[in-house]
């Protein structure tokens, strides 16, 4: 049937997603600085800073970092929390679907400050659906460079949208589009021909790194994410996103009401 084929299909995307992210997984953040030219580092820190996590109150934030991988953007917050606010309540939950990027991520908390200090925690599970996680119980919601690979995109937002308190943030940095003809021909030429060269000679694994350059191709633009966002019932602040580098990443926001 019809509905038989899509299950297949969908099932065969998330193997495929799992089988990219477990191959790449202790390459992971040396390819990003690679194939980024080492921007990445720049948008993350961005993308933290203009959250500015963490309150100056003690009443620390639950924080949930949805396809959160290494840890990346999870660090970042922490850090931002306790530096920045002087917050050291604040804790973030870092939710994977893959086994192999969360360890990788669990060995960076071993080894970091945060270590046996209960503020980081990792759950195995798929953002589409979260039953460990409750409603309302969520104060900000992050997802850095994850929900293109999501087989039901809008099944995750209302899923964020659950589990948000009233109030509540979801933010999103992931690639998007660019729009000026001429950097987006520069930007081609890169992604779609030093990206999947690199990850051979550096990964030894050209179509995982060819699988994410098309995964960037196919994710909806600025605007049609934006109303994506808004179907999820999340109210979306002024223009609703903001383009980094020219656009080739942006973070889009809601607010749950
Ligand atoms: N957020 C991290 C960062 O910015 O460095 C990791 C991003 S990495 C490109 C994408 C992550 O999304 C991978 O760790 C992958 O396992 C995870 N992922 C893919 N599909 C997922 C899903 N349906 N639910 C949860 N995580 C998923």
């Given at each position: 049937?019809?509905?038989?084929?899509?299950?297949?299909?969908?099932?065969?995307?998330?193997?495929?997603?799992?089988?990219?992210?477990?191959?790449?997984?202790?390459?992971?953040d040396?390819?990003?600085?690679?194939?980024?030219?080492?921007?990445?580092r720049?948008?993350k820190d961005?993308?933290v800073r203009?959250l500015?996590p963490g309150s100056?109150?003690g009443k620390g934030w639950n924080i949930l970092d949805v396809?959160g991988g290494t840890g990346d953007i999870a660090f970042r917050m922490l850090d931002h929390a306790t530096q920045v606010n002087g917050d050291h309540s604040t804790k973030v939950t870092i939710a994977d679907?893959?086994?192999?990027m969360l360890a990788e991520g669990k060995k960076r908390a071993l080894a970091s400050k945060y270590a046996d200090t209960g503020r980081l925690h990792f759950v195995?599970?798929?953002?589409?659906?979260?039953?460990?996680?409750?409603?309302?119980?969520v104060d900000l919601?992050t997802?850095a460079?994850?929900?293109?690979?999501?087989?039901?995109?809008?099944?995750?937002?209302?899923?964020?949208?659950?589990?948000?308190?009233?109030?509540?943030?979801?933010?999103?940095?992931?690639?998007?589009?660019?729009?000026?003809?001429?950097?987006?021909?520069?930007?081609?030429?890169?992604?779609?021909?030093?990206?999947?060269?690199?990850?051979?000679?550096?990964?030894?694994?050209?179509?995982?790194?060819?699988?994410?350059?098309?995964?960037?191709?196919?994710?909806?633009?600025?605007?049609?994410?934006?109303?994506?966002?808004?179907?999820?019932?999340?109210?979306?602040?002024?223009?609703?996103?903001?383009?980094?580098?020219?656009?080739?990443?942006?973070?889009?926001?809601?607010?749950?009401?």
């Amino acid at each position: 049937t019809h509905f038989g084929f899509e299950t297949i299909s969908e099932a065969q995307k998330e193997k495929k997603v799992g089988a990219v992210f477990s191959s790449v997984a202790s390459s992971y953040d040396t390819m990003n600085d690679l194939m980024s030219l080492g921007i990445h580092r720049i948008w993350k820190d961005h993308f933290v800073r203009s959250l500015n996590p963490g309150s100056t109150s003690g009443k620390g934030w639950n924080i949930l970092d949805v396809a959160g991988g290494t840890g990346d953007i999870a660090f970042r917050m922490l850090d931002h929390a306790t530096q920045v606010n002087g917050d050291h309540s604040t804790k973030v939950t870092i939710a994977d679907i893959n086994p192999d990027m969360l360890a990788e991520g669990k060995k960076r908390a071993l080894a970091s400050k945060y270590a046996d200090t209960g503020r980081l925690h990792f759950v195995l599970g798929n953002a589409e659906s979260m039953p460990s996680m409750p409603s309302d119980s969520v104060d900000l919601y992050t997802v850095a460079f994850g929900i293109r690979n999501f087989t039901n995109k809008d099944a995750a937002l209302r899923e964020a949208f659950r589990v948000l308190r009233p109030g509540g943030v979801f933010a999103c940095l992931e690639f998007s589009h660019v729009n000026s003809t001429l950097f987006n021909a520069v930007y081609k030429r890169w992604s779609f021909g030093a990206i999947p060269l690199i990850g051979q000679l550096v990964a030894g694994d050209r179509d995982s790194y060819q699988y994410l350059v098309e995964s960037i191709e196919r994710f909806p633009a600025q605007e049609e994410f934006r109303a994506m966002i808004g179907d999820a019932g999340f109210l979306v602040p002024g223009l609703g996103y903001e383009n980094l580098s020219g656009g080739i990443a942006s973070i889009h926001r809601g607010i749950k009401p």
